[in-house]
């Protein structure tokens, strides 16, 4: 994004490291613009500071792209039989060293092969709609129509 608390200072470190070239800051897009956006990307940097994901983090892994993002490991434990794929970065030298991970294309597709498979295995469209329409019964007091640890 061009905007946003860390803007300059992201702008700062990019131009720093001499990677302007390779750096794209976007305004808001649409749904179809964003997803358009992060299939043309050979890498997405997202998040460093909640320690979790929302839905541009599982979106870029349905898309098959290597994701740098900052992940509390111990709390996707807690939800997931297995972490996501992600190259997880929190200081500016692990981003920093992430990014130059991602020089390596036969890493970078490997990475990207793995976050589809997972997206897929964790928030196929039909899947979470089941998982929806099960807590939705728990917490309007109707018992569950299937066991969602299948």
Same mark, same amino acid.
């Given at each position: %994004? ?27 897009? =649409?749904?179809?613009?964003? *997803?358009?956006? *992060?299939? =043309? ?10 320690? =979790? ?7 870029? %892994? ?13 709390? *996707? ?7 996501? @794929? *992600? ?17 390596? +294309? ?19 469209? +039909? ?15 109707? @018992? ?7």
């Amino acid at each position: %994004m061009k905007t946003g608390k860390d803007a300059d200072a992201t702008k700062g470190l990019v131009n720093e490291l001499g990677i302007e070239s390779h750096v794209v800051y976007l305004d808001r897009l =649409s749904e179809q613009q964003r *997803i358009r956006t *992060i299939q =043309s990307a050979d890498v997405v940097a997202d998040h460093f500071c909640a320690g =979790s994901f929302g839905g541009t983090f599982v979106e870029v %892994m349905a898309c098959g792209k290597p994701l740098i993002h900052f992940l509390q490991e111990d709390n *996707i434990n807690l939800v997931y039989p297995e972490p996501p @794929p *992600i190259l997880n970065a929190y200081t500016p030298e692990e981003i920093c060293g992430r990014l130059l991970q991602c020089t390596d +294309e036969k890493q970078r597709v490997e990475l990207g092969r793995k976050s589809r498979e997972w997206a897929v295995r964790y928030h196929d469209w +039909e899947l979470v709609t089941e998982q929806l329409i099960h807590n939705l019964r728990l917490v309007h007091g109707r @018992p569950p129509v299937y066991d969602v640890q299948k």
